[in-house]
């Protein structure tokens, strides 16, 4: 098979000549070539199927241990000017950086099968997504792409008429971390990875192209690409509004986007529409309108059972490929925190002993069709997105930051997420408590420097009157003794109600010099264990803490010098001196 986009063509022939393969296949995404792929690698045992009867058409992965995560230091953003990739990102010259990458390309492919992927990032027939071409010797990494795009004849059929289209070359090598880069050159619109069979680094639609790469395109185009999640919350009467939340990692980000409505808010709805990335656009009339670029869920999977997350839960009982978890006696995916089973056999195929670590990988994972999912919005498949109302950024603050509040207007907004902090926990290597920046939940991603980013955020202050408010969260406050003051789970719909209200002119607010907070009473405590009390707690803003905190957010915000926007510095200034006059 052959395209008759020549530049595909050229450069599919460029890669073979250059790799080696024995075969050239190229990927149609139909049912049939899938089947024949996953017996294939049954075969070889690159996947095992699970238990038919208890997870049917479910198949498991082990990676190899050194290849279990993305990995952040081998990742590199490689432009001409190095302030251009700016210090939230590995630099790398580019004419370097394919030297270096292309020696061990050099024959890689050399008897295996070389897989031509075309896929489009988001629904096939919209203007808001984008279209690429992944080159694997990975035949997992075709059978997740397919999952989590729109991969086949349809994306090439688009990308043959559009003529332009993101280039990801990828091999697992021979898997040596040492011989291991995630390489982007986002002024060539390529993506250059050797080395590693895992997701983040290896399904080159993922995070390397619809964040990295496409947050360069969003800001060269006029749009944004950003790691959020995308919920539609119906109320009663039918009225649905769509929110779009960015949280660094364990902030609730997934919980959020499958939560189920509490007994108490009966007739409520929850629609998924992504659980990851959104891209967001501005229609004619200044709407700014989100689609999820991805078509599957990547997922972790320890800590996922019917109580934190029955949605993902049932999802992931059958069509799925689970990787680095465990398995029980009768041959079923087992991971810590299921509360079903025991393991008998580890992440790595051994006997399980409870002295060698976790049984399942904490960064095992499950893909799956977005579909699968209970509270699936077909609107996901909509060309036209959906209409967002608001931007809510998250972190994780045991004090300081109130359970919701709302920024005073955009530019203001641009401060709350470029301000977005956590401390870490447990889970996190090294102490526990260190409060990192992390901007938009942006900083693993964002493919260009952040200063240049948050000025492309504030210029949509100067495209649309009608851009959506955009607010903070916070549901992990606690009290002295490390009691969490805020129920969480399904009970985040409350916090929900009260931004909807906002967005819409229903609901009260109080000014403070942080930002508008919920009025006393505002969000809805019927049936909780939670006192007038707590509720104060939750919604106070401490002065004093806040202007540390502030001295820090200076701090961070200054380090990237003169590029950092002068309607940054001022929002900064402003909220200083009102913390200032409130002391």
Not at 92 to 121: N, V, W
Not at 257 to 274: D, F, Q, Y
Not at 520 to 544: A, F, P, R, W, Y
Not at 570 to 578: G, H, S, T
Request: aromatic fraction near 10%; glycine fraction near 8%.
């Amino acid at each position: 098979m052959k395209t008759s986009l020549p530049s595909l063509q050229n450069w599919v022939e460029a890669v073979a000549s250059q790799t080696h393969p024995d075969k050239i296949h190229w990927c149609d995404g139909s049912d049939a070539e899938n089947e024949q792929l996953v017996g294939a690698m049954c075969g070889t045992g690159v996947l095992s199927p699970l238990n038919e009867e208890t997870y049917p058409n479910c198949y498991l992965h082990l990676s190899d241990p050194s290849d279990v995560a993305r990995v952040e230091h081998l990742t590199f953003i490689c432009t001409q000017n190095n302030e251009d990739a700016g210090q939230n990102n590995n630099w790398m010259d580019p004419e370097t950086a394919h030297k270096k990458i292309d020696a061990l390309f050099q024959g890689s492919m050399r008897g295996r099968t070389m897989y031509i992927i075309p896929y489009c990032m988001g629904p096939i027939d919209s203007p808001y997504s984008r279209l690429g071409v992944e080159i694997t010797d990975s035949p997992y990494v075709v059978v997740n792409m397919r999952m989590m795009t729109r991969m086949g004849m349809e994306a090439l059929r688009r990308i043959e008429t559009e003529g332009t289209f993101v280039k990801g070359l990828h091999s697992t090598g021979d898997l040596d971390p040492n011989k291991r880069f995630i390489m982007h050159f986002p002024e060539e619109l390529t993506i250059k990875s050797i080395g590693s069979g895992y997701g983040g680094n290896a399904l080159l639609g993922k995070k390397c192209h619809a964040l990295r790469i496409a947050s360069y395109q969003a800001r060269t185009e006029g749009w944004l690409a950003e790691h959020m999640l995308i919920v539609g919350v119906e109320e009663p009467n039918g009225n649905v509004q769509y929110l779009a939340c960015a949280f660094p990692s364990a902030c609730g980000k997934t919980n959020l986007a499958m939560l189920i409505p509490p007994e108490s808010h009966k007739g409520w709805k929850i629609w998924t529409l992504g659980d990851d990335i959104a891209w967001l656009h501005l229609d004619d009339t200044g709407q700014l309108r989100a689609i999820n670029p991805e078509a599957g869920y990547f997922g972790v999977v320890p800590g996922t059972n019917e109580k934190t997350n029955k949605n993902a839960f049932d999802m992931i009982q059958s069509d799925t490929i689970f990787t680095n978890v465990a398995t029980t006696t009768n041959n079923d995916p087992w991971w810590e925190d299921k509360n079903l089973g025991a393991p008998v056999k580890d992440w790595q195929g051994r006997d399980y002993d409870p002295s060698s670590g976790p049984a399942a990988h904490p960064n095992s994972r499950f893909t799956v069709s977005a579909k699968q999912n209970k509270s699936y919005s077909e609107l996901a498949d909509s060309a036209d997105g959906v209409p967002i109302s608001a931007i809510v950024f998250g972190g994780r603050r045991k004090e300081l930051a109130p359970l919701v509040y709302e920024a005073k207007h955009w530019k203001h907004g641009v401060l709350v997420g470029a301000s977005v902090a956590s401390e870490t926990t447990a889970a996190a290597i090294g102490d526990v408590g260190v409060v990192r920046r992390d901007p938009m939940a942006m900083k693993p991603f964002c493919g260009y420097n952040f200063a240049d980013y948050w000025q492309h955020w504030l210029s949509f202050a100067d495209k649309s009157d009608r851009l959506p408010k955009i607010f903070h969260v916070n549901w992990f406050r606690q009290d002295n003794k490390g009691k969490f003051l805020w129920p969480g789970f399904g009970e985040n719909l409350r916090v929900l109600r009260w931004i909807m209200g906002r967005c819409n002119g229903s609901a009260n607010a109080v000014e403070t010099p942080i930002g508008y907070l919920p009025k006393k009473g505002e969000i809805d405590t019927d049936g909780l264990d939670v006192t007038d009390q707590t509720m104060q707690e939750l919604l106070s803003v401490n002065v004093e803490q806040w202007k540390i905190e502030m001295d820090s957010v200076g701090e961070y915000l200054h380090s990237y010098g003169e590029r950092l926007p002068e309607d940054l510095k001022n929002e900064y200034d402003e909220l200083v001196a009102k913390l200032k006059i409130a002391s």
